[in-house]
């Protein structure tokens, strides 16, 4: 469903739409919701549509390390290091105290 709108539609339909997504799925809407289904498109080797919704949980949930986390994550795994350490540092705004996220973005700082 989401990859289909994502291409036919664009991700700021999906944006706009969110509530309603996660309504027609039957799931409730939260942060988990745009992260389940990115990580689906990791597993099938779309990292671009799973950056797309990534980008949207991070709009959508400005205040929740986790949504910064997993963009940076996605980032990672498609090669894009500045910007995955980019969102790991918004992240860290969220966590100050998160001694393995200080870690990670040492190591990429290197």
Request: glycine content about 4%.
């Amino acid at each position: 469903m989401l990859y289909n709108l994502l291409r036919s539609e664009g991700s700021e339909y999906v944006k706009l739409n969110a509530t309603k997504l996660a309504e027609q799925a039957d799931l409730p809407f939260d942060e988990r919701f745009f992260n389940y289904f990115g990580y689906q498109f990791i597993e099938a080797k779309k990292i671009e549509y799973a950056i797309q919704l990534f980008k949207i949980n991070v709009e959508l949930f400005p205040t929740i390390p986790n949504t910064y986390d997993s963009l940076a994550e996605a980032y990672m795994l498609s090669g894009d290091k500045k910007s995955a350490l980019n969102f790991y540092k918004e992240e860290l705004k969220l966590q100050p105290n998160n001694e393995q996220l200080k870690k990670r973005i040492g190591d990429l700082e290197k």
